[in-house]
């Protein structure tokens, strides 16, 4: 692609993404982002149809350079390792976490996250379409409720007021992915009911 229309579309974007975060829940123009942007709508219209479609390439992009460090890390080498690919995940998500918040809105919310999950798990189903030793819709059902799952909770978190850190919800998804929903729950009830023992140190 040529280096000015590159440039172009990234001034788009960012123009966009900064109106946005300044102008919390209210409708974005293309003349603002235009003007923003310092370009004139005809060459807005030159590169995108909409501010839909802006959302869709940044999705898309991200969807690659997640992918592409999933597959530096080996990760579809061991697709069990659970540990590797919410590390993954976390970084990936601190990368741009204000904007993952702002897609999580819910004037937002269809606009990106719905494509960006489907697209996801189809580049999942074509990775393992001759792995994991399971019939092809046993191999669905794992990919759709392993990474739906994980989207969920992480939405859920970014639109929640009462917050954990990144880290504990990654804690978390680790121990339910590797111990099983129900270790894992039995195990915060036992936690949680034992008695605290207190040692005296008196005579």
């Known amino acids: 692609m ?61 969807i690659v350079e997640l992918f592409s460090q999933l597959n530096n890390d080996h990760f579809f080498q061991d697709p069990y390792n659970s540990k590797e690919v919410l590390t993954i995940i976390n970084q990936f998500i601190q990368t741009d976490f204000h904007l993952y918040q702002i897609f999580s809105s819910d004037s937002l919310y269809d606009l990106f996250w719905p494509p960006f999950e489907k697209e996801c798990i189809s580049y999942l189903k074509d990775i393992y379409a001759e792995e994991l030793g399971m019939k092809p819709i046993e191999k669905e059902v794992y990919i759709t409720y392993f990474f739906s799952g994980l989207l969920a909770v992480y939405t859920n978190y970014f639109r929640s007021s009462d917050k954990m850190s990144l880290d504990e919800v990654n804690q978390l998804l680790y121990q339910i992915s590797f111990y099983g929903i129900q270790s894992t729950m039995q195990k915060k009830e036992d936690d949680h009911s034992s008695p605290s023992i207190y040692l005296s140190t008196r005579k």
């Not at 993404?17 to 123009?29: A, D, M, V, Y």
């Not at 293309?30 to 370009?39: G, R, Y």
């Not at 501010?51 to 999705?59: N, S, V």
Request: proline share 2%.
């Open 2 to 62: 040529d280096r000015r229309i590159i440039k172009t579309k990234q001034a788009i974007e960012a123009a966009y993404f900064h109106l946005l975060e300044t102008n919390p829940g209210k409708r974005i123009s293309i003349t603002s982002i235009a003007k923003e942007a310092n370009i004139d709508r005809k060459t807005f219209y030159l590169h995108y149809n909409s501010c839909e479609d802006i959302i869709k390439d940044f999705a898309h992009r991200k």
